[in-house]
Structure formats: structure tokens, C-alpha cells
């Protein structure tokens, strides 16, 4: 179904108060620039690719930007302001279809000082303030609480916690009758337990934070003391992915030894990008913080109670390219 | 072997030495994670719907499966009667695991056959296919609200949505996997 222009106005409703929410308390707005000469390391996307060309002179490559977050935390870094931005984002080789679009909105905000679990309130705070009267139940705060252990033991019935090794995570594969590669590593395998055995089993009557990921999941987000867990959330509205949250991870160490990680997963990428090696040193003094990256066109679907993404996009993706595409 | 990016809907699957078909897939991105096809897969020799996660990167067992023209003949109450078109060879489908397929099996219909290791384990219906109106209530002179529809049943059992101007005995094309009316066809 197309985006009708009752939704197209619902949709810059929802805009509207998204900036007068963050304004009201004191965030920055950021403006940066979605084309970039070099980007972060991540094994799991894949970007566009386009490059600058001069008559005369040589030109280079640039990529569009798979998030703002690298240069918001470099505002971070320099001005120890909240921030907070709405801009286009691209991801290459994923999805076209009922929730995903190449071309994307992202909603970004970091709040210095905080960690995740006040951004779970900030959070809860703005879908109050964005909720009208069409506005679902699913996706109405308060939202429900949920730790990824929890959850495996209500939908899987297993101990996530006895699981952090490979032999005892292919036999939790096994007395589910999943198939499990050989050779995987302990990251595919969580995956194919939780996206066969828990997502599609996490409930849906409100919104659910999907809190404490395990640390074996290599991601920007600092580990919490003492636990096999990072400090990340997801949120989930509907059974759909909507948000994540990382408490950051602040030190030049980490952060650089996450790039090198990284870019060792990334010789394959299909789209090789250039990268960013002077990234990491922002963090030699950067503030503890916690940031949340909501998909922005989700947001609304799930606000306006709309069940295609091709419903609050008024040129869908598909829409150049033909709903057979769709993948 | 095919890649899980590869799957599609359709896609017969080897798993645990039995064959599956594909019935539903979606692929998903956990956050910071890979790409996996999550795919709902039919037990083609006990119905049984089973889910896999496969990532799109990996490899699984495809079933080598061969297409077979053969003509339906009767339900024996257990299992379609079919007839290889080529070698008259007769053999049975088992119901049990194909009961959504009923209403689209017309007597004497030639149909494609997917047989693994010389076993039908699949009957392919047509995207479109024609079917006589057996049962359709009166058409009430005087309803022109434009677009209106009614139900009727074909000599098969299935109930579909038609224009009121179908009468019973006229034959009609159906899109098989919408169950949608195309058209009115003459004879």
C-alpha cells in the first residue's frame, strides 16, 4: 500500500515533535554530512560506494553513510554536549521489502553522563510524546524489560549463561534440530538459536527492550563488569527491531582493537571501503555516554500502526525497482 | 549445495537425509550481526513445518530433484492417483502431506510431479488455472453496485470470489495462489 497524505502528514508530525522532544532538553542538533572519504570497520554492513571526480584533477572515493554515529561522537568529543540528529542513512546488500529500504532515516541521540538503562526512560519518554491517538497499543510505553538470558530460558528454556562455549552452544543446537555449520563461530551460532528459537517468540502486546547482549557479540558497546554481557539493548514494537542502545565503549584501546577485528572480518566485503584509522583517538578523552539509533521510517510504522515501511515512504525503493525485487 | 541467500520459496532442502520445501522465507540482520535466511520448510514425507536459520554466506544440501509430467487421476481417500505421462507407471501421493493441494487436482489434469529418488515428494500446482462453477447463489437482478462480488464453488471444492454475472456450469480462470478470479472463460 502507498503512503497516503493523511500519513505523509502524520509523518512530519511525528518529525516535528521528534526535534521540539530533544530541544526541550537541551540536546544539540547535528547536521553532518552523509557522504564520507573513509568509515568505520563493520563486518556487518555493506555500503555504497561513489567518488569524487574533478575535469583536471584526481579524483577519490567516498561512501555513504551506513549512520552519523562517528561523526556525532566526534561532536561528542569536542563539545561534551548531548546530541541528538535525523538524517538519511544507506545500507547496501541487505533487505528491500516489508521493513527494510536501502536508503533509510536514522534517528540518533547520545546523552553524556548516562548509561543504557536511563536511555530505556528517555526513550519511553519520547514514544509518549510522539504517540497519538492512531498509535497502537504494541506500541505504547511502558515498555517491557526483558535480559537476553531471560528471554532464552522463557522461549528456548535454556541457561544462555551455561552456553558461552562452543561444544555446549552446538548441543543447544542440536536438541532444537537446528542446523549448525561446522567451523562456525560462537556469534552464528547464538544467532541461529536466538533468530530461530527466541525472536520470533519475544512478545509483542508492547514494546520489548531486549536488554544485556552477550560479549561475544563484537560491537561498540562497553562490557559490564563482572558479566559475560555487554551493555545493549534492542527494542522491539511488533516482533520488529526498532532501536538499539550501546552504554559506549570510550576507550582508544577497545575502540582500536574493535577495528582490527573488524577489519580482519571485513577482508570479503563486497563493497571494501576505505577506513577512518584516526577515529579511535577521539577517545582518549571522550565522556562516558549512551546512545540510541532508532530506524527512523520504522518508528512511524510502528506509531502509525502501518505494516509495510512502504507505507510512510512516499518513494519507496521498491517503487523504482519493482515489487518483484523485493527480497 | 546452495547458499542460504540463495533459498527461495520452493527450494527443496536436504535436511536431517529428508526433503524439505521451502514455504516461507525472510531474511533478517540481527543488530551487529550477519545475514541469515530464516526459512519455514515443509517435511515433504511427513507435512511436518520446521524452521532453520541459515546463514546467507553458508552452504546447505539442496534435494536433487527431478520434474515429472503426470496426469491425476482419483483420490483413493490415502493418497493422489497419479500416471506418468511417459511410462503409464501409477503411483500414490500421500494426502496426509498434500491436503492443501485438493482443491486444485482435476481428474484427467496433467500436473508437474517433484520426484526425489524416484519418489513423488511434491505436486506443483499452475499459477493459473480453469475451473468449472458447480454451485453459485442466484444473482439478484437489480444489484449493480459495480465491483460486487459472490462466492461460488468449483467441481474441485474451492471456494472463490467471482462478478455476479458468473452463472453455474461457465468456466473460470483462477490465480492459484491468490485464489483471485482473472476471468470468464468461453469455450
Known amino acids: 500500500m502507498a503512503m497516503t497524505i493523511e500519513i505523509m502528514k502524520e ?20 547536521d553532518t554530512p552523509a557522504l564520507a572519504p573513509s568509515l568505520i570497520p563493520e563486518s556487518s554492513l555493506e ?22 554515529e562517528v561523526w556525532m ?5 569536542e563539545t561534551g554536549q548531548n546530541v541528538f540528529q535525523l538524517c538519511k542513512a544507506f545500507r547496501n546488500a541487505e533487505s528491500i521489502g516489508r521493513i527494510h529500504n536501502p536508503e533509510f ?4 541521540y547520545y546523552t553524556v553522563g548516562a548509561n543504557s538503562r536511563d ?7 519520547l514514544f509518549s510524546a510522539l504517540s497519538g491517538e492512531e498509535t497502537p497499543q504494541q506500541a505504547r510505553p511502558p515498555f517491557a524489560r526483558m535480559t537476553m538470558a531471560e528471554a532464552f530460558r522463557e522461549f528456548a528454556g535454556l541457561d544462555l549463561d551455561a552456553l558461552h562455549e562452543i561444544p555446549a552452544m552446538r548441543d543447544a543446537l542440536a536438541s532444537k534440530a537446528l542446523l549448525a555449520p561446522a567451523e562456525a563461530p560462537w556469534e552464528d551460532l547464538f544467532n541461529i538459536l536466538f533468530l530461530s528459537c527466541v525472536e520470533p517468540e519475544l512478545p509483542a502486546d ?12 563484537v560491537c561498540l558497546a562497553r562490557d559490564i563488569p563482572g558479566r559475560p554481557c555487554k551493555e545493549r539493548w534492542e527494542l522491539y514494537v511488533s516482533g520488529m527491531e526498532i532501536a538499539n542502545c550501546f552504554a559506549e565503549m570510550a576507550t582508544q584501546d577497545a575502540v582500536a582493537t574493535y577495528f582490527v577485528s573488524q577489519e580482519e572480518k571485513k577482508r570479503g566485503a563486497l563493497v571494501p571501503h576505505n577506513v577512518d584509522h584516526s577515529y579511535p583517538e577521539i577517545f582518549a578523552a571522550f565522556p562516558a555516554c549512551s546512545g540510541v539509533a532508532i530506524g527512523f521510517d520504522r518508528l512511524c510504522m510502528a506509531l502509525l500502526g502501518c505494516k509495510s515501511i512502504d507505507e510512510v515512504l512516499y518513494f519507496p525503493f521498491t517503487a523504482f525497482v519493482g515489487a518483484d525485487t523485493r527480497l | 549445495m546452495v547458499r542460504g541467500g540463495e533459498i527461495n520459496i520452493g527450494t527443496c532442502l ?4 529428508n526433503p524439505h520445501i521451502v514455504v516461507e522465507r525472510e531474511f533478517v540482520s540481527p543488530g551487529k550481526g550477519s545475514a541469515f535466511a530464516r526459512v519455514k520448510a515443509k517435511n515433504l514425507k511427513n507435512g511436518n513445518v520446521i524452521t532453520q536459520t541459515i546463514k546467507t554466506a553458508d552452504y546447505v544440501e539442496d534435494a536433487q530433484v527431478e520434474l515429472v509430467d503426470c496426469q491425476y487421476q482419483y483420490s483413493d481417500g490415502e493418497n493422489f492417483m497419479f500416471m506418468n505421462n511417459e511410462t503409464y507407471e501409477q503411483f500414490g501421493v500421500p494426502i496426509s502431506v498434500h491436503e492443501d493441494k485438493t482443491p486444485y487436482l482435476k481428474d484427467g489434469e496433467t500436473y508437474t510431479l517433484v520426484m526425489w529418488e524416484n519418489e513423488p515428494i511434491d505436486i506443483k500446482i499452475p499459477y493459473k488455472m480453469i475451473f468449472t462453477v458447480v454451485e453459485s447463489e442466484n444473482y439478484v437482478r437489480g444489484d449493480t453496485v459495480s465491483g460486487a462480488t459472490k462466492p461460488v464453488t468449483t467441481e474441485t471444492g474451492l471456494v472463490v470470489r467471482v462478478p455476479l454475472f ?12 491468490t485464489n483471485d478470479y482473472v476471468e470468464r472463460v468461453n469455450d
Open chain 1, 206 to 217: 508492547r514494546p520489548l527492550v531486549l536488554d544485556e547482549y552477550p560479549k561475544e557479540i
Open chain 1, 119 to 125: 536511555n530505556i526512560e528517555l526513550t519511553e519518554e
Open chain 1, 47 to 68: 555500503v555504497f560506494e561513489t567518488k569524487f571526480v574533478h575535469p583536471y584533477q584526481k579524483g577519490f572515493p567516498l561512501y555513504l553513510i551506513p549512520s552519523p
Open chain 1, 11 to 30: 509523518r512530519s508530525r511525528i518529525v516535528t515533535r521528534t526535534r521540539e522532544f530533544f530541544l526541550a532538553r537541551d540536546y544539540l542538533e547535528t
Open chain 1, 73 to 77: 561522537k566526534r561532536v561528542i568529543a
Open chain 2, 166 to 177: 458468473i452463472k453455474q456450469g461457465e468456466k473460470i480462470l483462477i490465480n492459484t495462489e
Open chain 1, 105 to 108: 532515516t536514522m534517528l540518533e
Open chain 2, 14 to 17: 536436504l535436511i536431517n537425509g
